[in-house]
């Protein structure tokens, strides 16, 4: 069963997550903008999920995790919860 590690910011709207995405980009942190803005308990830990199966997350989650390159920020990605920003550490 395929494993991934995976860090993820989730907000309320798009456009914050486009301007969290934007500050990425500009040298932010991803652990320290999950642990100011995301609306996730992860965001604690600086967005960490650990380690997951696939099927364990939402769908539009997993496709991202087990489908985007690692190492990358993907998103926004819509799910039920909100928009995420999804960072994968790893895949196997």
């Known amino acids: 069963m395929a494993r991934a590690h995976a860090l ?4 309320k709207t798009q456009a914050e997550a ?8 500009a040298g932010k942190k991803f652990g320290d903008l999950a642990r100011k803005h995301s609306l996730c308990p992860s965001g604690k830990k600086g ?3 650990g380690e997951f199966r696939r099927g ?5 989650f997993d496709k991202v995790v ?3 390159p690692t190492l990358e920020v993907h ?3 819509k799910t039920k919860f ?8 790893s895949r196997g």
């Open 8 to 11: 993820h910011i989730l907000v």
């Open 18 to 25: 486009v301007e969290l995405k934007k500050q990425l980009a």
């Open 47 to 49: 967005g960490d999920l």
């Open 56 to 60: 364990q997350m939402v769908p539009a």
């Open 66 to 68: 087990f489908g985007k």
């Open 75 to 77: 998103g926004p990605v």
């Open 82 to 89: 909100g928009w995420h920003l999804i960072k994968i550490l």
